[in-house]
């Protein structure tokens, strides 16, 4: 049965539809759950978290593949459909819950302890929902130590905004946090007809290759900096620092660092690179 006929038939046997409030699209399309499979390079030497698997359509494929998978869902309606589809597995363990309150390491820690095997790689593979993208992407790349590599599927505005180049609209925080923490690239379009119910919007798969490449004194600063630089976009990278009282700098200090550091005081934070934010943020 492919995935679309095994999709209308769990709906029909469990008797459910797709909850707006958690922001259900369920992917029914076989070649791009198969494409997302590829490229996220799943083994059988990783462990894979799966955040928001609903009806299990990408799940099937990822316990074909890995080591064994952690599935973590907010919708308590689909714990039982997960469990009853997959009962024929081993490799995986299922959690009830907000993926926002929980610490992933300590959940992969506490599953390595039970089955008694260490992962040197810990992937995540995931469909995710759109609603609350950002704080998700925010949470895996900052928080979660032990994820190496990251394969979701957003809105392609979304996936946009996380590889734009400076002196666009679509540069910003996500920009900036997403080039700190990782390499970014997008993968593949993925068209509204590959879901039910179709969504508003054209979805894209992108893969973030978590690794560190530049040294900055203090993240905590760099980080606020970055925030504070675009809380009010228009306005010049000076004013916006002093109107935020980042670092409670005074006027007069920030443009003394400007000068220090040869950037012309008229700059927004768009046309600033993240070399430039860096430079700023060590030399405070």
Not at 38 to 50: A, P
Not at 230 to 245: D, E, G, P, V
Not at 248 to 265: A, G, M, T
């Amino acid at each position: 049965m492919n995935t679309l006929n095994k999709t209308k038939s769990i709906l029909k046997k469990f008797n459910i539809k797709a909850n707006k409030r958690f922001g259900q699209n369920f992917l029914v399309d076989d070649n791009i759950l198969d494409n997302i499979t590829n490229v996220s390079n799943i083994t059988k030497n990783d462990f894979v978290i799966e955040i928001g698997p609903g009806l299990g359509n990408l799940t099937n494929y990822i316990l074909e593949n890995a080591g064994y998978v952690l599935l973590i869902e907010i919708d308590e309606k689909m714990i039982d459909i997960l469990n009853d589809r997959f009962n024929g597995y081993n490799n995986y363990t299922l959690i009830n819950n907000d993926i926002l309150k929980i610490n992933i390491d300590d959940q992969i820690a506490i599953i390595e302890d039970k089955i008694n095997r260490k992962f040197n790689s810990v992937k995540v593979v995931a469909n995710l929902p759109y609603y609350i993208t950002t704080p998700i992407i925010f949470k895996l790349l900052q928080d979660e130590n032990r994820i190496d590599k990251i394969t979701i599927m957003v809105q392609k505005e979304v996936a946009e905004r996380m590889i734009a180049k400076s002196n666009t609209k679509d540069y910003g925080i996500l920009t900036l946090m997403v080039k700190y923490l990782s390499d970014a690239k997008i993968e593949f379009l993925v068209p509204k007809e590959a879901f039910i119910p179709s969504p508003n919007v054209t979805s894209a798969v992108i893969t973030l290759e978590k690794k560190k490449k530049y040294v900055v004194n203090n993240e905590k600063m760099f980080f606020d900096l970055i925030h504070c630089s675009f809380a009010q976009r228009r306005k010049t990278m000076i004013n916006s620092l002093f109107s935020t009282k980042f670092n409670n700098l005074d006027k007069q200090s920030i443009n003394y660092l400007f000068d220090k550091l040869d950037i012309n005081k008229n700059t927004r934070a768009e046309q600033l690179e993240i070399e430039d934010f860096i430079q700023i943020a060590n030399n405070i």
